[in-house]
């Protein structure tokens, strides 16, 4: 029997940019989860607050980008009086390898985390070699 | 004179030495506000009427919340799930947090339970917290 572990917040990773935002909030690094099963790849984004038509993801040469930007929420006549989090744009690129079937990328954005499927290319599946003898 | 140049001097070197310490305080210290390790990490918002927590807890279905008021407490609880994969299979890279959490939140006022309103959406939790009736402030205006 393992302990259930108990949750610890983790800080945000911010992205150190050398030109300048124009976005008046923080870029933060997703949190990421990937793995592979039955020739997919999938790719778990941490990217809570933002809404799924924010999200941009592109593909260009050989490097798949994932953008999402927030919406800074406002109260009315509230207040922040504490806060333990600032809510900020997720921006978080990867290099995919050749072997991935470009047009079968799939994304899907549920409960604050995206979820990208890479299905490798038929033709770069593993085929087994067999030695002939001779 | 001489007076008048080494005081200034003194401050010069205390300032250098001010900056020389919040230089290494915050290599050391998170980039973030420095906060509880709690997690979800939480935002509140107030005004004399009413509270809105709002809570970062991305990926638990909303079913998988729990969320209970009683009198001034506010408890958010729930578990983050690893995707099950099947034997063999093997994670490439692991960063997002999993576990049980369970977290509560007592408030400066007792809690209208039957107004308590919550929405979760895009992974942010957000509950809005009324104070009861017979607690809110009362405006009292002088006699003259």
Same mark, same amino acid.
Not at chain 1, 19 to 38: A, F, G, K, L, Q
Not at chain 1, 120 to 128: F, G
Not at chain 2, 72 to 85: N, P
């Given at each position: 029997?393992?302990?259930?572990?108990?949750?610890?917040?983790?800080?945000?990773?911010?992205?150190?940019?050398?030109?300048?935002?124009?976005?008046?909030?923080?870029?933060?690094?997703?949190?990421?989860?990937?793995?592979?099963?039955?020739?997919?790849?999938?790719?778990?984004?941490?990217?809570?607050?933002?809404?799924?038509?924010?999200?941009?993801?592109?593909?260009?040469?050989?490097?798949?980008?994932?953008?999402?930007?927030?919406?800074?929420?406002?109260?009315?006549?509230?207040?922040?009086?504490?806060?333990?989090?600032?809510?900020?744009?997720?921006?978080?690129?990867?290099?995919?390898?050749?072997?991935?079937?470009?047009?079968?990328?799939?994304?899907?954005?549920?409960?604050?985390?995206?979820?990208?499927?890479?299905?490798?290319?038929?033709?770069?599946?593993?085929?087994?070699?067999?030695?002939?003898?001779? | 004179?001489?007076?008048?140049?080494?005081?200034?001097?003194?401050?010069?070197?205390?300032?250098?030495?001010?900056?020389?310490?919040?230089?290494?305080? #915050?290599?050391?210290?998170?980039?973030?506000?420095?906060?509880?390790?709690?997690?979800?990490?939480?935002?509140?918002?107030?005004?004399?009427?009413?509270?809105?927590?709002?809570?970062?807890?991305?990926?638990?279905?909303?079913?998988?919340?729990?969320? #209970?008021?009683?009198?001034?407490?506010?408890?958010?609880?729930?578990?983050?799930?690893?995707?099950?994969?099947?034997?063999?299979?093997?994670?490439?890279?692991?960063?997002?947090?999993?576990?049980?959490?369970?977290?509560?939140?007592?408030?400066?006022?007792?809690?209208?339970?039957?107004?308590?309103?919550?929405?979760?959406?895009?992974?942010?939790?957000?509950?809005?917290?009324?104070?009861?009736?017979?607690?809110?402030?009362?405006?009292?205006?002088?006699?003259?």
């Amino acid at each position: 029997m393992t302990e259930p572990k108990t949750l610890g917040l983790q800080d945000q990773e911010i992205i150190k940019e050398e030109t300048e935002r124009t976005r008046d909030c923080h870029c933060y690094i997703p949190r990421t989860d990937i793995y592979e099963v039955n020739e997919i790849i999938h790719v778990i984004l941490d990217m809570p607050g933002i809404d799924s038509n924010a999200i941009e993801i592109t593909l260009e040469k050989n490097v798949l980008n994932v953008k999402g930007y927030a919406q800074i929420p406002d109260f009315d006549n509230h207040t922040l009086v504490s806060s333990e989090y600032e809510p900020g744009d997720f921006e978080r690129s990867f290099r995919v390898s050749d072997s991935i079937d470009r047009e079968k990328i799939k994304a899907n954005y549920k409960d604050g985390v995206l979820r990208l499927t890479l299905p490798r290319a038929e033709m770069a599946k593993t085929r087994k070699i067999e030695i002939k003898a001779n | 004179m001489y007076r008048r140049y080494r005081i200034p001097s003194v401050w010069q070197e205390m300032n250098q030495m001010q900056q020389e310490m919040s230089k290494w305080l #915050n290599l050391y210290s998170p980039q973030r506000m420095e906060s509880t390790r709690a997690y979800p990490a939480i935002n509140i918002w107030a005004d004399e009427e009413s509270a809105i927590i709002a809570a970062e807890i991305p990926g638990v279905p909303k079913e998988n919340l729990e969320i #209970n008021v009683t009198g001034d407490t506010l408890s958010v609880g729930g578990e983050r799930l690893l995707d099950e994969i099947p034997e063999g299979a093997r994670y490439h890279r692991q960063e997002r947090i999993t576990g049980k959490f369970d977290r509560s939140i007592q408030l400066p006022y007792t809690v209208d339970v039957n107004k308590v309103q919550a929405t979760y959406k895009n992974g942010i939790l957000k509950v809005i917290l009324p104070r009861i009736e017979a607690e809110k402030p009362k405006k009292i205006t002088v006699k003259s």
